[in-house]
């Protein structure tokens, strides 16, 4: 193959460079044919340093960018450079990388959770799509509280929120908890309480907090279970509340970790009530908020006809 052919190339009616040398002295075009002939062996090697943005460190993808002494960046960060190289300062120009591209097509690249246990290979282009859905990626510390960065498996996250967050820890699949508030007017999506509870093998979240829905403050509760979504559908929960000779009852099927805490909060996928009936449950007065929150875990089994089955833990 003519090395020329397969070099950077700026804009059509400019002329193509005769030879483009990567950090490690390789020419493209030298780099191309090793891929194709190798490409996992490529993959390990200068190849995958060569398609790392030396801006933002992540992968680059079509279309990836260059100036004219050959450093590359990715589009995103062409952008933020305002069109000047961030290695030789030169002028970037519209100068598209063909030949780094077509190398990028004939890779094959591990998970980057290979660490984590994925021993998934996929093509280059394709390896990002895997990685956003990856089953063994790492999970984000589901407290509410802070803006923690945590991140982790199910086993490290749970000692974090134990140890860290001094978060309350229970065994069994009910639970019975209280929540008092002196002033129900201060609001400001303040997170009030998480719980986590072991049971069946596995660990959930209780969230309950205040926060404003439109003009209106409520209350929410709501279960999140700390694992994927698929493993989440194979059990259900209950909350109630009530006073007075009243109550209200809440069914669903927890929502998974992966769901941000954001996310299932504003999508109302839970147990709200409004402060008016919070306050009707708290009795008294009316002026201060003392609500009893009672709920049940179980697991879904299958019967031999194919209806659902309650597993209730003991």
């Not at 990836?64 to 960060?77: D, P």
């Not at 140890?163 to 201060?186: I, L």
């Not at 209350?219 to 059990?235: C, H, I, P, T, V």
Request: aromatic letters at 8%; hydrophobic letters at 35%.
């Amino acid at each position: 193959m003519d090395v020329a052919s397969v070099d950077c190339v700026s804009l059509p009616d400019a002329p193509a460079p005769a030879d483009v040398d990567d950090a490690n002295g390789l020419g493209l075009g030298t780099l191309l044919a090793a891929a194709r002939a190798y490409p996992k062996a490529a993959s390990a090697g200068g190849v995958h340093e060569l398609l790392e943005c030396p801006v933002c460190t992540n992968s680059m993808f079509p279309p990836i960018h260059q100036c004219q002494n050959g450093h590359t960046l990715c589009s995103t960060c062409k952008a933020r450079v305002h069109n000047r190289c961030p290695t030789c300062r030169q002028e970037l120009g519209d100068i598209r990388c063909l030949a780094l591209e077509k190398v990028a097509e004939s890779l094959e690249l591990p998970c980057k959770y290979y660490t984590l246990g994925c021993q998934e290979i996929f093509p280059y282009y394709s390896k990002i799509k895997h990685e956003a859905q990856c089953s063994l990626r790492p999970y984000h510390c589901p407290y509410a509280g802070s803006e923690c960065a945590a991140a982790g498996d199910i086993p490290y996250l749970v000692s974090h929120l134990r140890d860290d967050h001094k978060v309350d820890m229970h065994s069994g699949c009910t639970f019975n908890h209280r929540y008092v508030k002196s002033n129900p007017r201060e609001v400001e999506n303040a997170t009030w309480m998480l719980t986590v509870f072991h049971c069946f093998g596995q660990y959930f979240c209780l969230h309950f907090e205040a926060f404003q829905l439109g003009m209106a403050p409520v209350y929410m509760a709501f279960l999140r279970f700390m694992g994927d979504e698929n493993e989440a559908k194979n059990y259900s929960y209950s909350l109630e509340v009530g006073a007075n000779g009243r109550k209200m009852v809440w069914e669903g099927t927890p929502r998974s970790v992966r769901d941000s805490h954001r996310k299932v909060r504003d999508s109302h996928d839970g147990l709200i009530i409004q402060r008016n009936m919070a306050l009707f449950f708290s009795g008294g007065d009316r002026k201060e908020l003392k609500l009893r929150i009672t709920g049940r875990i179980w697991k879904e089994q299958q019967s031999p006809d194919g209806a659902c089955i309650p597993n209730l833990c003991s």
